[in-house]
């Protein structure tokens, strides 16, 4: 899935949530909050499913 200047891919089953940030990209977390939030609507996650998950972050790594 694509949000502003990163990526993140969501594993179930891992409960991980994996972000990928453009090269130089400036991100902060209000931007990560809104593209996760927006997911209860296009999915089967809750938001309060999504904030136990564990989240890896990758800097430069598209």
Known sequence: MIGKDFLYSIHKDKKS???FCENKSIIDCQS???ELYKLE???DFTFEELQ???AYIFLNST
């Open 52 to 54: 136990n998950y564990q």
């Open 17 to 19: 949530i994996y972000l």
């Open 32 to 34: 990560i909050y809104d």
């Open 41 to 43: 609507a296009t999915t």
